[in-house]
């Protein structure tokens, strides 16, 4: 099973302030295969960026993915008051599928 | 418009059975792979099952295989998780998405049907 291992586990920041998650895979991941998803309290998750950086419909361009092999990045350029929330990446290249266990972006 | 609207949820004991619905609308069912994602209360996401019908593959997480069934009903634009010996670990929001294939997945989610294990 590749495991996913998010980090930071809670981010810290002010609205306008960049953040950086990281998601490491315990073995390489074929990017076209690496997804990043938001989650807001009593919310249903939404898909963000697929193929490790490539953006979903709707999605805004202040959000972006980046990385490879084991490493991958979601950076938000500039916080706004609706980003803050849960953010999972997951892979879905080798079965069983996993998540990272989430990076909570919270209100500085 | 896509809509994914999951039915079927409730209390049940340990080792009993469920089985879950979800109906789909909005796109052609029959093209599209699908999946069940859970979440337990106050915890992460967790992947559960996927099914491809171009060539019938089904995968499942290790956590539910041999107790967890997915399948369609493409005549009625259904998705089905049946769930047999059910456990206590089980008791999560069961979600069902959508996968276009190829490089993007769940770009659509239901809203969830909350599942709750306990006697």
């Known amino acids: 099973e590749v495991v996913l291992t998010q980090s930071p586990g809670t981010l810290s920041l002010s609205p306008g302030e960049r953040a950086t998650l990281s998601c490491r895979a315990s073995?390489?991941?074929?990017?076209?295969?690496l997804g990043w998803y938001q989650q807001k309290p009593g919310q249903a998750p939404r898909l963000l960026i697929y193929g490790a950086s490539s953006r979903a419909t709707g999605i805004p361009d202040r959000f972006s993915g980046s990385g490879s092999g084991t490493d991958f990045t979601l950076t938000i350029s500039r916080l706004e008051p609706e980003d803050f929330a849960v953010y999972y990446c997951?892979?879905?290249?080798?079965?069983?599928?996993?998540f990272g266990r989430g990076t909570r972006v919270d209100i500085k | 418009e896509v809509q994914l609207v999951e039915s079927g949820g409730g209390l049940v004991q340990p080792g009993g059975s469920l089985r879950l619905s979800c109906a789909a609308s909005g796109f052609t069912f029959s093209s599209y792979e699908m999946n069940w994602v859970r979440q337990a209360p106050g915890m992460g996401l967790e992947w559960v099952s996927y099914i491809r019908r171009s060539d019938n593959t089904i995968y499942y997480a290790d956590s539910v295989k041999g107790r967890f069934t997915i399948s369609t009903d493409d005549a009625k634009n259904l998705l089905f998780l049946q769930m047999n010996s059910l456990r206590a670990e089980d008791t999560a929001v069961y979600y069902c998405?959508?996968?276009?294939?190829?490089?993007?997945?769940?770009?659509?989610w239901g809203q969830g049907t909350l599942v709750t294990v306990s006697s």
């Open positions: 997951h892979q879905y290249h080798y079965s069983p599928f996993t």
């Open positions: 998405t959508r996968d276009p294939s190829g490089p993007v997945t769940h770009d659509y």
């Open positions: 073995q390489s991941v074929y990017s076209s295969f």
